[in-house]
């Protein structure tokens, strides 16, 4: 789902939030096969990584919008309490971790098949199929 959502998202409206250098995330997304993207923020550019909130906090700055209006896509537990505590809506995605471990998301999704973003006016529609809510944890 990588590609579509790439593709279907404008690129001045995406950023790549990522814990490795912004090297390794461009030679990553080259060896998936998918296209460059102008907007990232790596290790190499905070002074604390995930789970702080910096990295998001940058991203968000990079689009020139508050938190509140981003939508954060990850994979990890880190990755969801920094962009928790940035104030990011947070989708948890199941590709590498359980919806148990990723309970800290607003919504957990499969992969990212189940995200589609559809651009009206400048206006982004954001579709997240068969999310469901974390789950709660503990006793």
């Known amino acids: 789902g990588a590609l579509d959502l790439l593709e279907s998202t404008p690129s001045e409206r995406l950023v790549v939030v990522s814990s490795g250098t912004r090297a390794e995330i461009r030679l990553r997304l080259e060896a998936a096969g998918l296209p460059p993207v102008p907007l990232i923020v790596g290790a190499d550019d905070v002074d604390e990584g995930k789970p702080a909130p910096d990295p998001y906090l940058m991203g968000a700055k990079l689009l020139g919008l508050d938190p509140a209006r981003c939508l954060a896509l990850e994979d990890a537990p880190a990755g969801i309490a920094s962009a928790n505590t940035a104030g990011c809506t947070t989708v948890g995605l199941l590709s590498t ?38 789950p709660i944890s503990g006793p």
């Open 97 to 134: 971790h359980t919806a148990v471990e990723m309970a800290e998301a607003t919504l957990i999704a499969r992969d990212l098949s189940a995200i589609s973003v559809t651009s009206t006016g400048g206006a982004l529609a954001i579709a997240v199929s068969d999310a469901m809510r974390a």
